[in-house]
């Protein structure tokens, strides 16, 4: 398989539908391989993560609307925000095992006194730094830029509600001890919501937030993870169902899976598949069990790795979801549909190597 594995306890956990006698899934996780995002450091065995930013002023950046009205005059203290992002994103790669090393440089390496102009390393200090310290490349934070919105109101209900949404922007720059690498720029975003429940009061509504302060440094911790986890490989736990109703190879489909016999299960559930669809027309119960006959097989196939016949077992799961013209058809097809873009794209990716 290469790409996925499956928990070794499948879970088999009933959760029911909704609609009595209609059909049960049985739920399971498997532990899928994703690349990662960004290639830059790719071959990279040693980094440093430098500091060559300025703090950001405190007045700058925050605003605070209370039923509408603007309030002027928002100060919050943010010295302590580079070092949160920057300790995050290196924690972060140096714990994703893709590298040899990962050092800090805390002290910012930016001799300029305006917040609001991007400063760059000079050659000579890139060569330097790259050479102190021994590393194959440097990243650079060059600026980091946080806002936030405090907004309170009342609501139609009578009720006080208050958020803060928060936002930041970071940009940084890429060098390499290797001359045939390119330095190269990238950007990098995150945002956070808080909300307070409806309160009677604006104060209790207010008291359900979190400082401004300790949500913007969250925030900036959350974006250098954020940003370290781009850079890394990972494996991934996702969810996927099986569907069981009252069917002899249904349930017997069922009992090789569980034993992970993939193929087996395979020519249990065809039997249903290829006995009960094609052109003509069939009645709402057998039509059901062609489609989750289906839907079982692509989920099969995706674990051996044959994601075009998961794909085309999936379509046809969907189509016959779709004629049931029931509720709880309808809502088995917008699953179906969301499982089949997430084997589309292994398939793309697949077909891509």
Request: proline letters at 2%; one cysteine or more; hydrophobic letters at 40%.
């Amino acid at each position: 398989m290469g790409e996925m594995r499956i928990k070794h306890t499948i879970l088999f956990c009933l959760l029911l539908l909704g609609m009595p006698m209609v059909a049960q899934q049985w739920h399971f996780t498997i532990d899928e391989y994703r690349d990662a995002e960004r290639n830059a450091l790719r071959g990279v065995r040693r980094v440093l993560v430098v500091n060559n930013a300025l703090v950001q002023p405190n007045d700058f950046g925050h605003s605070t609307v209370l039923d509408g009205n603007n309030k002027s005059g928002i100060s919050v203290r943010l010295d302590r925000a580079l070092l949160y992002s920057l300790f995050s994103l290196t924690q972060t790669l140096d714990e994703s095992g893709e590298f040899d090393a990962v050092e800090l440089l805390d002290v910012s390496q930016n001799s300029s006194t305006n917040y609001y102009a991007r400063q760059s390393l000079s050659a000579s200090k890139v060569q330097n730094l790259i050479q102190t310290y021994q590393v194959d490349a440097l990243l650079v934070l060059n600026q980091l830029v946080l806002y936030d919105v405090l907004e309170a109101f009342q609501t139609d209900g009578g009720g006080q509600y208050a958020y803060i949404q928060a936002f930041a922007q970071s940009h940084w720059s890429m060098y390499f001890a290797d001359a045939s690498r390119r330095s190269q720029t990238l950007s990098y975003a995150d945002t956070l919501l808080w909300e307070s429940p409806v309160e009677y009061t604006r104060t209790q509504a207010l008291n359900q937030l979190p400082d401004r302060e300790d949500a913007l440094l969250y925030l900036a911790s959350t974006l250098g993870e954020g940003l370290g986890k781009s850079f890394a490989h990972s494996w991934v736990a996702v969810s996927r169902y099986l569907y069981d109703i009252a069917d002899t190879h249904i349930e017997a489909g069922l009992q090789s899976f569980r034993y992970q016999r993939w193929e087996e299960a395979i020519h249990h559930w065809k039997q249903v598949a290829n006995d009960e669809t094609g052109k003509n027309p069939k009645t709402p119960k057998t039509t059901k069990a062609a489609a989750v006959a289906a839907a079982n097989i692509a989920i099969a196939y995706e674990l051996l790795g044959d994601y075009s016949s998961a794909c085309d077992y999936a379509n046809e799961a969907s189509r016959l979801f779709g004629t049931l013209k029931t509720a709880w058809g309808r809502q088995q097809q917008v699953n179906i549909r969301y499982y089949l873009e997430q084997v589309r794209a292994k398939k793309a990716k697949a077909n891509a190597r």
